[in-house]
């Protein structure tokens, strides 16, 4: 595996694999591996002749007052981890080697940026779109690889690639799970072990909201309610948001049915996670 640090450089490489007639699978990541991260670059890897995995923990994505100073990190496992994933370039960039001084264009995707998520975390998503479009001009890849877990941001990230015709295939993978349940995320190292364990409850109303439609309720009202008591049952959790929205545009919908699904956000102490279920 080769690590890069330059743009020149993973652009000299990408250029030889594509005169070969080799094609490219990229997985973005911040870095602090799980088997969700692990879980993209095996989708790469069966697609692609050439898997690239970017490690770049992004402060545009961050908020002043947020986690990026003691977001976690650990290259030398990561390295490892990536080797025995059989990715071929990991990018490692420095920050001034992606947002030099000076530094002045953010790329916004309108109306799916500011809703869920967006309404809570203003800024999140330009700073996502603009790392991915960069990423996305950098390495010029043939497909790349996002985690369900992260719906609407998977979302976001499909419709600039169509409103900015880059000219990738973006594909989705499921969303992977410790056994209790619990979404995996580097963020899940935050929690302390009573809010770990009653974390769990999460995924357990979420699973019992698709029950409830599998059973035959469809009012989104009365599902979300649903899950929003079965969260409440643990006493240490924080609810930001519970909706259930079509997996197209984001749309808040009536009616559940197939096609939509039902998004949370849940603080436990400073640690926010969120999870999702499709219907
Ligand atoms: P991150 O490093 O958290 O920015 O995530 C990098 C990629 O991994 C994103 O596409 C995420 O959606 C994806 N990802 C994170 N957690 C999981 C998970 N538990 N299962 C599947 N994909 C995930």
């Known amino acids: 595996m080769n690590i890069v640090k330059t743009i020149s450089e993973i652009q000299k490489k990408i250029k030889k694999y594509k005169s070969e007639g080799k094609t490219v699978g990229f997985v973005p990541t911040m870095g602090f591996f799980h088997e969700g991260h692990l879980s993209l670059m095996d989708i790469a890897k069966e697609k692609c002749d050439i898997v690239v995995v970017s490690l770049f923990v992004n402060p545009t994505q961050f908020a002043p007052g947020e986690d990026l100073d003691i977001y976690p990190r650990n290259f030398e496992r990561d390295e490892k ?11 490692y960039p420095d920050l001034d080697e992606i947002y ?7 790329i916004y995707t309108e109306q799916l940026s500011s809703i869920l998520c967006g309404k809570f ?3 999140h998503f ?17 497909i790349a690889v996002f985690g369900q877990k992260d719906y609407q941001q998977a979302i976001i990230i499909k419709r600039m690639v169509r409103d900015l015709n880059f000219p990738i295939k973006i594909i989705l993978g499921p969303i992977i799970r410790e056994r209790d349940g619990i979404a995996m995320s580097s963020r899940n190292k935050y929690l302390s072990k009573e809010e770990r364990d009653q974390a769990k ?12 439609f599998d059973s035959g309720i469809i009012e989104a009202n009365i599902i979300k309610e649903n899950i929003r008591k079965k969260i409440q049952t643990s006493d240490l959790a924080r609810i ?8 197209v545009n984001l749309d808040s919908i009536k009616s559940v049915k197939s ?18 279920i499709d219907f």
């Open 121 to 123: 975390r203003k800024e």
């Open 201 to 212: 409850i999460i995924n357990i109303a979420l699973k019992k909201a698709k029950e409830e």
């Open 259 to 276: 096609g939509t699904f039902a998004a949370v956000a849940v603080y436990y102490g400073k640690t926010r996670l969120i999870d999702n």
């Open 240 to 247: 930001e948001y519970i909706e259930i929205v079509n997996s």
């Open 81 to 91: 981890l990536a080797i025995s994933a059989g990715v071929d370039i990991l990018f």
């Open 100 to 106: 030099p001084k000076g530094y002045l264009t953010y």
């Open 126 to 142: 330009q700073g996502v779109t603009t790392i991915v479009a960069k990423l996305f001009n950098i390495v010029q890849p043939n």
